[in-house]
């Protein structure tokens, strides 16, 4: 009987090790709403805004990304949109998104990691083009929508690195930054869907 306990115990451990990187990884999955993976599935953006990466360099490659989707959108907006409750939340957003990527990189920085530079996942470059895109007329709803998207995924990536990331420092910036990234899913919700 002990054997097969441990056999299994074994059989387990292993299948844990193959497993691919994100499956162990999705801490904070619940934190994306069912209408934003429906509006995702919509858009034809497939990428897996769920799984939370629990290693440093994870975090920081996807937390680096949604800095610069949330900062260039913002500006994107900025240039197009005349609404001025808008256009405050796009500037609220530029702030913020810098001092998150500020409060990241001084934390890599005290746990002696060196940040790559982070580049936009093929989703965040799609979104980032439709809104570049879009005309004064549509790009509020579009920019909106895109927003939503973005900061469920934020907040599941913060809440489960800190909760279960592998970095003092970064599990630290990240219980930091979740509560901004609520407060702005606040201001997003304020705004009516298009």
């Known amino acids: 009987m002990r054997s ?33 993976a429906s509006e995702m599935a919509d858009r034809g953006v497939m990428a897996d805004p769920v799984a939370t990466p629990t290693d440093a360099s994870g975090y920081l490659a996807k937390a680096g990304a949604g800095d610069i989707f949330e900062i260039e959108s913002s500006k994107a907006l900025l240039e197009k949109s005349k609404d001025a409750k808008l256009r405050e939340f796009a500037q609220m957003m530029v702030k913020a998104h810098q001092q998150s990527t500020a409060k990241v990189k001084a934390a890599a920085a005290e746990a002696k990691l060196t940040v790559a530079p982070p580049s936009l996942t093929p989703d965040q470059q799609k979104m980032l083009d439709e809104i ?21 995924a934020a907040l599941a990536l913060h809440e489960g690195y800190a909760s279960g990331g592998d970095t003092p420092a970064l599990k630290q910036a990240a219980a930091q930054i979740a509560p901004v990234v609520k407060e702005h899913i606040a201001h997003l919700a304020a705004f009516p869907a298009k």
């Open 132 to 152: 570049k895109a879009a005309s004064a007329d549509t790009i509020v709803a579009i920019y909106i929508k895109d927003q939503k998207i973005a900061h469920d």
């Open 4 to 36: 097969f306990f441990l056999f299994t115990a074994s059989a387990l451990l292993l299948a844990g090790c193959n497993s691919p990187d994100t499956s162990d990884n999705q801490v904070g999955a619940n934190a994306i709403s069912a209408n934003s």
